[in-house]
């Protein structure tokens, strides 16, 4: 492609290209400065003589550093590391029933949207896969303006009021003396605030849960988490919780496999979203709604403005309205996932809030968030601005930070006092507190700081989530308690949240103090009695509705070496793209290997930079002497191990089986060779495998 400049060296043989001397001259192709000022030289400052001293008047150089030095803004305090994708919504016939949001009014018309996925406790710098909650924002571009519904991909959250949301955040980033664990929540001071907020029981068990480890961003559910209101055209209201059900299923990924992919590929789940849009496999979901009136509302056993509660889909089914299609990845990603600025206050007509107490906090919060990304939140340290009388808070950190807060304590509620022998910080003082002044009067109803009773059950739906887990995920959930309890130095935190969990369920209590060598204690008192609700399979992921049962947009890894059939491995890949999925060859070289015909079979990965973590399932095509080769590489026979480890299906030639052998591979159910059962093995893990490969809880 001819760019239309020249190529010139200059006197220090540095490279020139520049618009030629004789034009044309028109306005593009022509670099400027910020202020359109066209530029004669980009490769030189502006001298005093070829060796002299750089003149304070070139305003080209300072312009050009200046914007250098500031291209980096402040990261997000929480879902700072974030993936994001364009796209459109489409809504269904019906939509337009529950709501006069032109969006809805049109079916099959698409509404353009951004979506962004994040994890929320770790920096920008952090990895993809760690066991968090996962971020499910999406701006709707409607023709009324932006709505933004900003949610997560779990339906509850840590705590039902906003008033302790910075608490709760304090506890889990890293621990405030040693700024460190990054990006998790197995340490002291997050397990520390969770033990003494019962509130949080019910998310702990989706936190622990497979949920928070996903297979990956397109196999996520998304949830607007809040009850929120729809308005139709003749003002009736309905109340309505949001779903994002996805069209591939619901997968997650096993905590050992997460932690290998983490090294293996930090930026894996990235990764996968840019490279599913690249070849056409595009990400969808659809919107869903539970929708329901004032007197459905209170039938329920609960308060549904409480944002630790779900509605099962048992008793109130979700009604589709439309689908999202997510189809091009950003053109640049600091320009539009990094500054992407989401709001719950961003909505439109037809959509309303509730009052939901922690809804509304997120409505101040949000917008505050994105102006303190431009400025400081420490406005209140310059002397004019700073108070006389002493100032003790948890409040921490933000740009020019004056003060220097010692110790963990940033958070309250917390017993580092009398567990640790830490300071522990102030407390608040209903005696000579700040009061408001009370007008309701005025306002037709009080203005009270209190928790209504109705939200003080905070261990049914917990027990309810659980009981209702497969077998399989109930053990992962209680593995993931026990390693993340391990990492609690304190003793005292341990035995509490073992306490709650009696209240939860005892035989879970039970399998969790064995592992970590404790006395189960007594149940914690709980405010209200602790109910045996219906179970809900719908909340499983495996044998779960939304379990995947088959290939489509899997990933299986072909392992071939030197004398591998060529026309074998030919025909399993169409086997596998007939079927959906994506075949990626593996060689121990990125040149591929040398068949036994002597044709070359192109690799897509590097045995040793691809291990099988990376992808669903495996085949192995290889001969007796390719076989024998692996057998003496160490990358080969972990390659095998994991994936049997990690519950996948494994077909294989007659000719690898010294490789199972060695990788400790036993016959079942999802060790194949390579014919149909394959694919259809390919499609799922083997559970009942898990037992013989790692010690659960």
């Not at 001259?25 to 005093?48: F, M």
């Not at 397109?218 to 309905?238: I, P, Q």
Request: with cysteine; charged share 25%; net charge negative.
């Amino acid at each position: 492609m001819d760019d239309g400049f020249t190529t010139e060296r200059g006197a220090g043989d540095e490279t020139h290209q520049r618009v030629p001397d004789g034009g044309p001259h028109s306005p593009e192709g022509h670099l400027t400065t910020n202020q359109g000022i066209r530029v004669s030289d980009n490769q030189n400052q502006l001298k005093a003589g070829a060796r002299g001293p750089v003149l304070l008047e070139d305003f080209v150089l300072r312009e050009k550093i200046f914007h250098f030095d500031h291209e980096r803004i402040p990261e997000r305090i929480v879902h700072a590391r974030g993936s994001a994708a364009h796209g459109y919504f489409e809504a269904y016939e019906g939509a337009a029933k529950l709501s006069k949001a032109d969006l809805f009014q049109r079916p099959g018309e698409k509404t353009p949207v951004f979506v962004r996925f994040s994890t929320v406790a770790g920096g920008a710098g952090s990895v993809d896969t760690p066991r968090d909650v996962r971020g499910f924002a999406v701006k709707f571009y409607t023709q009324e303006g932006n709505w933004d519904l900003v949610g997560n991909n779990i339906p509850v959250f840590f705590i039902q009021d906003a008033m302790k949301f910075p608490d709760l955040v304090h506890s889990v980033k890293m621990e405030a003396d040693r700024g460190y664990p990054q990006a998790a929540s197995a340490h002291d001071t997050f397990w520390d605030f969770i033990s003494l907020m019962p509130e949080s029981t019910h998310m702990i068990m989706w936190a622990m849960s497979d949920r928070t480890i996903p297979r990956s961003l397109r196999t996520m559910e998304g949830f607007g988490v809040h009850t929120f209101r729809l308005v139709d055209a003749k003002d009736k209201v309905t109340f309505v919780k949001f779903h994002w059900k996805p069209k591939q299923g619901v997968a997650s990924t096993i905590w050992d496999e997460a932690v290998k992919i983490a090294g293996a590929d930090p930026d894996f789940q990235r990764r996968d979203l840019f490279e599913a849009i690249q070849r056409g496999d595009f990400p969808e979901w659809e919107l869903g709604v539970q929708a329901f009136d004032q007197a459905f509302a209170d039938s329920l056993p609960f308060d549904v403005l409480d944002p630790t509660k779900i509605i099962p889909e048992e008793v109130l089914p979700v009604q589709p309205i439309g689908r999202m299609v997510l189809d091009r990845y950003p053109d640049n990603f600091f320009a539009e996932t990094e500054q992407v600025a989401f709001c719950p206050g961003n909505i439109v007509p037809g959509v309303d809030f509730t009052e939901d107490p922690l809804l509304q906090g997120r409505l101040f919060s949000y917008l505050d968030t994105q102006k303190s990304r431009l400025g400081t939140a420490n406005f209140h340290q310059i002397p004019i601005n700073a108070p006389k009388c002493p100032v003790m808070n948890f409040q921490r950190d933000g740009m020019m930070q004056m003060l220097q807060p010692k110790g963990r304590a940033n958070y309250e509620p917390n017993s580092l006092a009398e567990t640790a022998g830490e300071v522990g910080g102030p407390r608040e003082c209903p005696v000579t507190g700040f009061r408001t002044t009370n007008v309701g009067a005025d306002l037709g109803a009080e203005k009270l700081r209190v928790r209504p009773e109705s939200f003080a059950d905070h261990y049914s739906q917990a027990r309810l989530f659980f009981r209702s887990l497969d077998p399989a995920e109930q053990a992962h959930l209680a593995s993931a308690l026990v390693f993340e309890l391990s990492k609690v130095g304190i003793e005292a935190v341990r035995t509490r949240m073992l306490s709650n969990l009696v209240n939860v369920d005892p035989d879970l209590a039970k399998r969790v103090g064995a592992c970590l060598n404790m006395p189960v204690p007594k149940a914690s008192k709980a405010a209200v009695a602790v109910q045996d609700l219906e179970l809900s399979p719908a909340l499983r992921i495996i044998n779960g509705p939304l379990e995947p049962t088959d290939i489509k947009g899997h990933v299986i890894g072909v392992l071939v070496a030197d004398g591998s059939d060529a026309k074998a491995v030919d025909k399993l890949k169409a086997a596998i793209k007939k079927a959906g999925a994506v075949a990626k060859v593996i060689a121990p070289k990125i040149g591929g290997a040398k068949g036994a015909d002597g044709t070359l079979i192109p690799a897509d990965g590097q045995l040793a930079g691809t291990p099988s973590v990376t992808v669903d399932a495996i085949a192995l095509v290889l001969s007796e002497d390719g076989c024998a080769a692996l057998l003496k590489e160490a990358a080969a026979v972990q390659f095998v191990m994991d994936a049997f480890g990690h519950l996948k299906a494994i077909g294989a030639t007659e000719a690898a089986q010294p490789l199972l052998d060695k990788a400790g591979v036993e016959p079942d159910e999802g060790v194949t060779d390579l014919g149909g059962d394959f694919i259809a093995a390919a499609a799922k893990r083997f559970w009942d495998r898990e037992p013989k490969v790692r010690m659960l809880a």
